[in-house]
């Protein structure tokens, strides 16, 4: 019997997803209050930062929650500075 994808990856990879899909989870909702937009329009402005600025999206996400708690690191997140500095 040949194994599936779903063998090729281990427990840590599949929790490492889950934490990485609910930073973005998390970072559309702090966008949703920044912007008081729908899921939708957050959703699709996080993914354009993405495409556009070609940081991956868990870095990005990062950036946006700790700018917006007030614990970035100085010099960190200049994308989320230059695109969304003004709603910080």
Sequence with gaps: MEPGIAATFTLSDLIAAIEERRQVEIAIGVL???????????????????????????????????????TLPPGCGAEVHRRWGHLL
């Design 32 to 70: 949703m209050g920044l912007r008081n937009c729908s899921q939708d329009d957050a959703l699709t402005d996080f993914g354009d930062a993405v495409r556009e600025s070609r940081v991956k999206a868990i870095d990005l996400a990062t950036a946006l929650i700790e700018a917006a708690d007030g």
